[in-house]
C-alpha cells in the first residue's frame, strides 16, 4: 500500500491560467473522489469516479473543472479561466467499494495547494 | 439530506488530560460515522469508523469514540493528551442507502486541538 498520490503539492498561477492536477489512488481501489477545501473549513465533495466513470459530480464543480479517470486507474482535475476563489486545496481519496455497501474509508492524498494569483 | 456539526472550532487541554471532541450529525438513514486527522499541509488520516457494529469503537493512537443514536452523537475522546495529539479533527457521515450512494463524505467544519505542556 504505497498511499493516495497528488501532484503537483503546490501550485502558483495567474489568474485566467489553466491548470491540471493528478491523482494516483491506491492500486486496487475501484473508487476515487475529489474534494476541495478552503482556509478554516471542512472538505467539500467535488466528484466521484467507479472506475473510469464519473458518477457524480458536485453543483460546486462549475463549468470551468472537468476531471478525468481514463483508464479506471489515475485522474485529472482540470480547472480553466481560473479565479480568485479557486484558491484552496485539492484532496483526492480512493476507496474500495460495491455496489450495495459504502462504508470503506476513504484514504487520502496530502493534496494540491492552489494559490491564484 | 446528511450534515455534521462539530462543536468547538478550538479545543485546549493540557498535556495528560482528556480529549474530548463533539460531533452530531443529521441523517435521514443509519449513517456510517468516520472520524480523521489533518496535520498542517497534509492530507486527512482516518482516526476511526463506525459502519453500524459495535457503538464504541476504538482507532488508532489512543482515540474511541461511541455512537448514541438517541443524541445523535459521535463524540472522540482520548483519556490522556499527548503533544503529538495537537492537529485539526474532523468528523464525517455517509450513509448506505441501498446502493446508491457512492459513500461520498460529508465533513463538519473541523475543530482545532491544542494541547499544553
Known amino acids: 500500500d504505497t498511499g493516495v498520490s497528488q501532484d503537483p503539492r503546490h501550485k502558483i498561477t495567474k489568474r485566467g491560467q489553466n491548470v491540471t492536477f493528478r491523482c494516483d489512488p491506491i492500486?486496487?481501489?475501484?473508487?476515487l473522489y475529489w474534494y476541495r477545501q478552503t482556509l478554516g473549513q471542512g472538505p467539500e465533495f467535488l466528484t466521484y469516479?467507479?472506475?473510469?466513470?464519473?458518477?457524480?459530480k458536485s453543483r460546486l464543480l462549475s463549468d470551468r473543472f472537468s476531471a478525468e479517470r481514463p483508464k479506471g486507474s489515475f485522474s485529472t482535475l482540470e480547472i480553466q479561466r481560473t479565479e480568485q476563489g479557486d484558491s484552496a486545496m485539492y484532496l483526492c481519496?480512493?476507496?474500495?467499494?460495491?455496489?450495495?455497501?459504502?462504508?470503506?474509508?476513504?484514504?487520502f492524498g496530502d493534496g494540491t495547494r492552489l494559490s491564484i494569483l | 439530506a446528511q450534515s455534521v456539526t462539530q462543536l468547538g472550532s478550538h479545543v485546549s487541554v493540557s498535556e495528560g488530560a482528556l480529549v474530548l471532541l463533539r460531533c452530531n450529525y443529521s441523517s435521514s438513514v443509519p449513517p456510517y460515522l468516520f472520524w480523521y486527522v489533518q496535520y498542517p499541509n497534509q492530507g486527512l488520516q482516518l482516526l476511526l469508523k463506525?459502519?453500524?457494529?459495535?457503538?464504541l469503537v476504538k482507532g488508532i493512537n489512543g482515540f474511541e469514540a461511541e455512537f448514541k443514536k438517541s443524541e445523535t452523537s459521535f463524540h472522540l475522546t482520548k483519556p490522556s493528551a499527548h503533544m503529538s495529539d495537537a492537529a485539526e479533527y474532523f468528523c464525517a457521515v455517509t450513509f448506505n442507502a441501498g446502493g446508491t450512494s457512492y459513500g461520498k463524505l460529508t465533513f463538519g467544519q473541523g475543530t482545532i486541538l491544542t494541547v499544553h505542556p
Open positions: 463506525y459502519t453500524s457494529a459495535a457503538t
Open positions: 492500486s486496487e481501489h475501484n473508487r
Open positions: 481519496a480512493s476507496s474500495l467499494g460495491t455496489a450495495t455497501y459504502s462504508n470503506q474509508p476513504q484514504h
Open positions: 469516479f467507479q472506475n473510469e466513470a464519473q458518477l457524480e
